[in-house]
């Protein structure tokens, strides 16, 4: 961004400043953290726990590859890749979209269900200690809201967008 007057760069204040490093700080050990437990007791990272759980909330457990990756928020690419290690692992498989041959669905395994329900505990208890028991009721709202609007911003409705399920 510029300054209408001198058309050179806004600079943060040295309080927004302040807020952007927490943030970056903040971010980074949380997924550093979430990541950490998960492959401890899971084997598996962040992403993929991400993904077995979009998968299980999803009717018949099965989800096309495109709505994944949206809602994973990566690229397809990336989730190809992810998907792949779990077919590995015998957490999920690919079927053929039945309404279009050009697409495919992930489907969540039972194998990746039972592995999901070993995992889950360990890891609601990680984010709960890392975020909710830290902070009030008022601040949780807070949180929630303030996410929502940084979310919003940053996620555009037109279909030209660059976003990371597009590429």
């Not at 806004?10 to 903040?26: C, I, K, N, S």
């Amino acid at each position: 961004m510029t300054t209408a007057s001198t058309g050179g760069p806004r600079w943060l204040t040295d309080e927004e400043q302040g807020v952007w490093q927490a943030y970056l700080h903040a971010t980074t050990l949380m997924e550093d953290h979430l990541d950490r437990q998960l492959q401890r007791d899971a084997g598996m990272p962040h992403t993929y726990y991400g993904l077995l759980v979009q998968l299980s909330r999803a009717p018949g457990r099965q989800k096309r590859m495109t709505e994944l990756a949206k809602d994973a928020k990566i690229t397809r690419s990336r989730l190809s890749h992810a998907v792949a290690r779990l077919e590995k692992n015998g957490w999920v498989r690919r079927e053929d979209c039945p309404s279009d041959k050009r697409g495919q669905n992930a489907v969540l395994t039972d194998e990746g269900q039972d592995m999901l329900a070993r995992s889950a505990p360990g890891h609601v208890e990680a984010v709960r200690q890392a975020i909710f028991a830290r902070l009030s009721p008022q601040q949780v709202k807070s949180l929630g809201e303030i996410m929502q609007v940084i979310a919003g911003g940053l996620q555009p409705e037109d279909t030209d967008a660059d976003l990371p399920w597009l590429r």
